[in-house]
C-alpha cells in the first residue's frame, strides 16, 4: 500500500476495509443514480459489523467511515465515501457535505465526486489482504445459484448420513466451472444457510447465515431449493428479509396495507403424519414443555395443556415420525427450534435431555 503523506492521518484498519468494499463497487456504480449506491446497513452486513449506537450511520461513523472520509478529504482524494447513503433518502450523511465544506443539497458536486471516484486509481492505497465481499443484490447468474444450491444440499446430504466431506472441495469444483473465487462461493453458501433459517428449516453446520442477501436473490435461492428438491414452491424468505429491512428503517411509517388480501394459489406437501405419535409425545409430555421445562402457557376449549409436537429432524428434512424423534415443546420453544439464533444449541440440549430420542 503507498504511504500518505506523514502529516495526514492514513485510514484506520477498518477504514482501509471500508475503502476496498467501496473500490469493489465502482464498476457498477452509475454516479446520477443513488440506486446503485450502499446504505449504511448494507455495510454492515457485507463487512460483518454489529450495530454501535442507536443508527447505523453512527455506527458506521466509528468503525472506519470516519478515518476512511477525513483521509479523502485531507489527502484530496475523490468522496469516495458519497457512496454510502440513507436509503430512506437517498443521501450521504450531512457530515459527508460538510466535511468537504458543501452545501447539503449540492448534488452536482456530490456526483462529480462520485465520477472522480470511478476514474481514480485507487489500488496503490488498497489494503493487500484481499477479500470476496458478497453484496446483496449481486449479478449472480441462474446456473450459478444453482449449482451453489445443487452443492449446498449434497454437504448437508453427507452431513446428515455422516459421511466425511470437505468444504473446500466442493468449492474448488465450483471454480472450475464459473468465474468466481472460492471464498466468492463460500460466502454464496452462508446466504443459501439464511434462506433455508427464515424457511424455518435447518442450515449446515460451519455455515452460519449470513443475512447480506437480496429480497429477489433470496428468493431465487428459495426457488432453487423448491426445484432441486422437487417440492411446491411457497414464498417465505424473501417476505421476511423485506419485513426485516422495514423493521431496520429509522423512520417507518404507518402503512396503508391492503384493504383485500392479495393471494396466491399453489399446491402445498402435507406430511400425513400418525396421529398416535402424537398423541404419545403429548401424554408423555404431561403438560410440560420438553425443552424448557415450563408448563404449558394456556389450556384448549376441551381442557388439555396447549403444547405442539416438533421433529428434532423436520419431517421436511426427510426425518422420520416417530417417538424417537419428536417431542413435546411449548409455542415459544417450537419457534425458537424453527427460527431462534441457537436452534441448533436447543436441539443438542434435547437430545441429552430427552432419553428417547435418537439421532437420525
Given at each position: 500500500?503507498?504511504?500518505?503523506?506523514?502529516?495526514?492521518?492514513?485510514?484506520?484498519?477498518?477504514?482501509?476495509?471500508?475503502?476496498?468494499?467501496?473500490?469493489?463497487?465502482?464498476?457498477?456504480?452509475?454516479?446520477?443514480?443513488?440506486?446503485?449506491?450502499?446504505?449504511?446497513?448494507?455495510?454492515?452486513?457485507?463487512?460483518?459489523?454489529?450495530?454501535?449506537?442507536?443508527?447505523?450511520?453512527?455506527?458506521?461513523?466509528?468503525?472506519?467511515?470516519?478515518?476512511?472520509?477525513?483521509?479523502?478529504?485531507?489527502?484530496?482524494?475523490?468522496?469516495?465515501?458519497?457512496?454510502?447513503?440513507?436509503?430512506?433518502?437517498?443521501?450521504?450523511?450531512?457530515?459527508?457535505?460538510?466535511?468537504?465544506?458543501?452545501?447539503?443539497?449540492?448534488?452536482?458536486?456530490?456526483?462529480?465526486?462520485?465520477?472522480?471516484?470511478?476514474?481514480?486509481?485507487?489500488?496503490?492505497?488498497?489494503?493487500?489482504?484481499?477479500?470476496?465481499?458478497?453484496?446483496?443484490?449481486?449479478?449472480?447468474?441462474?446456473?450459478?445459484?444453482?449449482?451453489?444450491?445443487?452443492?449446498?444440499?449434497?454437504?448437508?446430504?453427507?452431513?446428515?448420513?455422516?459421511?466425511?466431506?470437505?468444504?473446500?472441495?466442493?468449492?474448488?469444483?465450483l471454480v472450475g466451472s464459473f468465474s468466481r473465487t472460492s471464498s466468492a462461493f463460500e460466502h454464496r453458501m452462508h446466504h443459501i444457510s439464511y434462506v433455508l433459517a427464515?424457511?424455518?428449516?435447518?442450515?449446515?453446520?460451519?455455515?452460519?447465515?449470513?443475512?447480506?442477501v437480496s429480497v429477489s436473490v433470496a428468493e431465487q435461492i428459495e426457488k432453487l431449493i423448491a426445484e432441486v428438491e422437487k417440492r411446491p414452491f411457497a414464498a417465505v424468505?424473501?417476505?421476511?428479509?423485506?419485513?426485516?429491512?422495514?423493521?431496520?428503517?429509522?423512520?417507518?411509517?404507518?402503512?396503508?396495507?391492503?384493504?383485500?388480501?392479495?393471494?396466491?394459489?399453489?399446491?402445498?406437501?402435507?406430511?400425513?403424519?400418525?396421529?398416535?405419535?402424537?398423541?404419545?409425545?403429548?401424554?408423555?409430555?404431561?403438560?410440560?414443555?420438553?425443552?424448557?421445562?415450563?408448563?404449558?402457557?394456556?389450556?384448549?376449549?376441551?381442557?388439555?395443556?396447549?403444547?405442539?409436537?416438533?421433529?428434532?429432524?423436520?419431517?421436511?428434512?426427510?426425518?422420520?415420525?416417530?417417538?424417537?424423534?419428536?417431542?413435546?415443546?411449548?409455542?415459544?420453544?417450537?419457534?425458537?427450534?424453527?427460527?431462534?439464533?441457537?436452534?441448533?444449541?436447543?436441539?443438542?440440549?434435547?437430545?441429552?435431555?430427552?432419553?428417547?430420542?435418537?439421532?437420525?
Amino acid at each position: 500500500m503507498t504511504e500518505v503523506p506523514l502529516n495526514i492521518q492514513a485510514p484506520d484498519e477498518q477504514g482501509l476495509r471500508l475503502l476496498n468494499l467501496l473500490v469493489s463497487m465502482l464498476p457498477k456504480i452509475r454516479p446520477n443514480d443513488p440506486r446503485t449506491f450502499i446504505s449504511y446497513k448494507q455495510v454492515h452486513d457485507v463487512l460483518g459489523l454489529s450495530q454501535h449506537g442507536t443508527t447505523f450511520g453512527r455506527s458506521l461513523l466509528l468503525q472506519g467511515l470516519d478515518s476512511l472520509a477525513h483521509w479523502t478529504a485531507k489527502s484530496g482524494k475523490p468522496g469516495i465515501t458519497g457512496l454510502i447513503i440513507d436509503k430512506d433518502k437517498m443521501l450521504p450523511g450531512e457530515g459527508y457535505f460538510t466535511l468537504f465544506n458543501r452545501e447539503p443539497e449540492d448534488y452536482n458536486w456530490w456526483f462529480a465526486e462520485v465520477q472522480k471516484s470511478k476514474n481514480f486509481n485507487w489500488a496503490p492505497y488498497l489494503s493487500n489482504k484481499s477479500e470476496d465481499l458478497c453484496i446483496a443484490g449481486d449479478d449472480w447468474t441462474g446456473d450459478e445459484l444453482r449449482a451453489s444450491v445443487v452443492a449446498y444440499l449434497e454437504m448437508q446430504r453427507l452431513d446428515r448420513a455422516g459421511i466425511p466431506f470437505k468444504k473446500s472441495e466442493f468449492y474448488d469444483a465450483l471454480v472450475g466451472s464459473f468465474s468466481r473465487t472460492s471464498s466468492a462461493f463460500e460466502h454464496r453458501m452462508h446466504h443459501i444457510s439464511y434462506v433455508l433459517a427464515l424457511m424455518g428449516r435447518d442450515w449446515l453446520t460451519g455455515l452460519k447465515p449470513a443475512t447480506n442477501v437480496s429480497v429477489s436473490v433470496a428468493e431465487q435461492i428459495e426457488k432453487l431449493i423448491a426445484e432441486v428438491e422437487k417440492r411446491p414452491f411457497a414464498a417465505v424468505a424473501a417476505f421476511e428479509i423485506a419485513v426485516r429491512e422495514g423493521i431496520q428503517k429509522e423512520e417507518l411509517l404507518p402503512p396503508e396495507g391492503r384493504q383485500i388480501p392479495r393471494y396466491n394459489v399453489s399446491s402445498v406437501t402435507q406430511f400425513q403424519r400418525d396421529a398416535s405419535v402424537k398423541a404419545w409425545v403429548l401424554k408423555v409430555a404431561k403438560g410440560v414443555c420438553e425443552c424448557c421445562e415450563q408448563p404449558a402457557p394456556f389450556e384448549t376449549v376441551d381442557g388439555l395443556p396447549f403444547l405442539e409436537v416438533h421433529h428434532v429432524r423436520k419431517l421436511a428434512e426427510n426425518g422420520a415420525d416417530t417417538i424417537s424423534n419428536a417431542v413435546a415443546t411449548c409455542p415459544n420453544c417450537h419457534r425458537a427450534l424453527h427460527y431462534g439464533a441457537h436452534a441448533k444449541d436447543l436441539i443438542e440440549h434435547l437430545y441429552l435431555r430427552v432419553a428417547r430420542l435418537k439421532r437420525e
